[in-house]
């Protein structure tokens, strides 16, 4: 049973995380995306991408296992051209989506939108990957959506336009998305598949007006709040990809306008678990887990969260979780980083693993820490998280021990 003992004198330590309660995992509604291939922060290959994964029963399987234990509901599944060249390997794939409950969305990618040049290709891809496929398999071997990630952003049109021009440029490739959008939805339409859902990633700065720095030629907040009134007309649903938020108050402020209005009810939340040394966004994957039960606790089934990616997910859990035989470390916090002792409102702060329970006690003497302030545990079996505990500093000095004991 390992034991820290945590003694808090004359001394400021720094407050880490917060952490707030989330649903039960039975109620979560996660997303995840699931790219053919991905290069991990450590420059290596993922094993967790879709080529290696799907047409491998046991790798098929542990996966879908772990969608099940982590509340995955939406895959959003790149296969490049496999529902063509190998239909029966991609529909076996779906079939056991769908056996565990998963909606399985084919992932659709690209940077160019343009109505003449490129949307051809993008309704040529649609044609062979989905509606041939989905016509020549089993419901139950289909797939249930269709998720677009076209990012204009990516274009040289986009990146190479003059700074004097730059606004409009980008003002008018947003139009050209919204138009790609709709000859999309009538493309599905007129192929009979009137009720396939179409979600689209977006990111969190194209709500942005100039006035407020954004680089988006917005003639007004009218013609923003227009043209986001237009995709909701024609999307299901979008991702709000929000990378570069590392703590619940930016992901939410960032998010806000997105999640009301025209997008009310249609918006879920975008992080990226790239967890390790800085520069990456996450030390651990305790930290990313943390923001992600904030947001969930907020924004519930309906907002839920949807993680890119399923490699760096995975990459995370594997390289930053801590191990059962790490010791406990615990450092005291409070509203503004630190509290004095003598005062009340700090909290103690640690890892928590699933599947243990954690009891903090309490005494004024080092050999005497008997007194049992409270018992937690993490909010799911199967996500890690920071954990904390409220305390209250009085006396000329206080000891504090946490103690982890499995959970039966």
Same mark, same amino acid.
């Given at each position: 049973?390992? @034991?820290?003992?945590?003694?808090?004198?004359?001394?400021?330590?720094?407050?880490?995380?917060?952490?707030?309660?989330?649903?039960? +995992?039975?109620?979560?509604?996660?997303?995840?995306?699931?790219?053919?291939?991905?290069?991990?922060? !450590?420059? #290596?290959?993922?094993?967790?991408?879709?080529?290696?994964?799907?047409?491998?029963?046991?790798?098929?399987?542990?996966?879908?296992?772990?969608?099940?234990?982590?509340?995955?509901?939406?895959?959003?599944?790149? %296969?490049?051209?496999?529902?063509?060249?190998?239909?029966?390997?991609?529909?076996?794939?779906?079939?056991?989506?769908?056996?565990?409950?998963?909606?399985?969305?084919?992932?659709?990618?690209?940077?160019?939108?343009?109505?003449?040049?490129?949307?051809? +290709? @993008?309704?040529?891809?649609?044609?062979?990957?989905?509606?041939?496929?989905?016509?020549?398999?089993?419901?139950? =071997?289909? &797939?249930?959506?269709?998720?677009?990630?076209?990012?204009?952003?990516? =274009?040289?049109?986009?990146?190479?336009?003059?700074?004097?021009?730059?606004?409009?440029?980008?003002?008018?490739?947003?139009?050209?998305?919204?138009?790609?959008?709709?000859? @999309?939805?009538?493309?599905?339409?007129?192929?009979?598949?009137?009720?396939?859902?179409?979600?689209?990633?977006?990111? %969190?700065?194209?709500?942005?007006?100039?006035?407020?720095?954004?680089?988006?030629?917005?003639?007004?907040?009218?013609?923003?709040?227009?043209?986001?009134?237009?995709?909701?007309?024609?999307?299901?649903?979008?991702?709000?990809?929000?990378?570069?938020?590392?703590?619940?108050?930016?992901?939410?402020?960032?998010?806000?306008?997105?999640?009301?209005?025209?997008?009310?009810?249609?918006?879920?939340?975008?992080?990226?678990?790239?967890?390790?040394?800085?520069?990456?966004?996450?030390?651990?994957?305790?930290?990313?887990?943390?923001?992600?039960?904030?947001?969930?606790?907020?924004?519930?089934? #309906?907002?839920?969260?949807?993680?890119?990616?399923?490699?760096?997910?995975?990459?995370?859990?594997?390289?930053?979780?801590?191990?059962?035989?790490?010791?406990?470390?615990?450092?005291?916090?409070? =509203?503004?980083?630190?509290?004095?002792?003598?005062?009340?409102?700090?909290?103690?702060?640690?890892?928590?693993?699933?599947?243990?329970? %954690? #009891?903090? $006690?309490?005494?004024? !003497?080092?050999?005497?820490?008997?007194?049992?302030? #409270?018992?937690?545990?993490?909010?799911?079996?199967?996500?890690?998280?920071?954990?904390?505990?409220?305390?209250?500093?009085?006396?000329?000095?206080? &000891?504090? $021990?946490?103690?982890?004991?499995?959970?039966?």
């Amino acid at each position: 049973m390992p @034991i820290l003992p945590a003694r808090f004198g004359n001394r400021h330590l720094a407050a880490c995380f917060i952490s707030l309660v989330l649903p039960a +995992s039975a109620e979560l509604h996660r997303g995840v995306w699931f790219w053919g291939s991905t290069t991990l922060p !450590d420059a #290596t290959s993922s094993p967790f991408g879709s080529i290696a994964v799907v047409g491998t029963a046991a790798a098929e399987d542990e996966t879908i296992t772990f969608f099940g234990l982590h509340g995955v509901k939406r895959v959003y599944g790149s %296969y490049q051209n496999r529902p063509v060249s190998e239909p029966s390997v991609i529909a076996a794939w779906n079939t056991k989506l769908d056996v565990a409950g998963i909606s399985s969305q084919l992932l659709i990618d690209g940077v160019d939108v343009d109505l003449l040049d490129d949307v051809p +290709s @993008i309704l040529t891809k649609i044609t062979n990957r989905l509606i041939s496929f989905n016509a020549a398999v089993t419901p139950a =071997s289909q &797939f249930d959506a269709l998720h677009l990630d076209l990012e204009p952003q990516g =274009s040289d049109e986009w990146s190479d336009a003059l700074p004097a021009v730059a606004p409009a440029v980008k003002r008018g490739l947003l139009q050209d998305l919204y138009i790609a959008y709709g000859a @999309i939805r009538d493309h599905l339409d007129d192929a009979g598949l009137t009720t396939m859902p179409i979600y689209a990633d977006i990111p %969190y700065t194209w709500d942005k007006l100039p006035v407020d720095g954004g680089s988006i030629g917005w003639a007004d907040a009218a013609d923003r709040d227009g043209w986001f009134a237009d995709i909701a007309g024609v999307l299901d649903g979008i991702s709000i990809m929000t990378f570069s938020k590392d703590t619940f108050p930016e992901v939410d402020t960032a998010t806000s306008y997105e999640r009301s209005g025209a997008l009310t009810g249609k918006a879920r939340v975008g992080i990226q678990p790239k967890c390790g040394p800085a520069p990456l966004l996450w030390p651990t994957i305790l930290h990313f887990n943390s923001v992600m039960n904030e947001c969930e606790a907020a924004y519930g089934p #309906t907002g839920a969260t949807d993680l890119e990616n399923y490699a760096f997910w995975r990459h995370g859990i594997a390289t930053t979780l801590p191990s059962v035989g790490d010791p406990i470390i615990a450092t005291l916090g409070g =509203s503004g980083g630190a509290i004095p002792w003598g005062t009340s409102g700090g909290v103690i702060i640690f890892d928590g693993l699933p599947g243990f329970l %954690y #009891t903090v $006690r309490h005494g004024t !003497d080092p050999g005497q820490i008997t007194q049992e302030v #409270t018992s937690v545990r993490t909010t799911t079996d199967h996500d890690a998280e920071i954990l904390t505990v409220p305390v209250t500093a009085s006396g000329p000095r206080g &000891f504090w $021990r946490v103690e982890r004991m499995p959970d039966e």
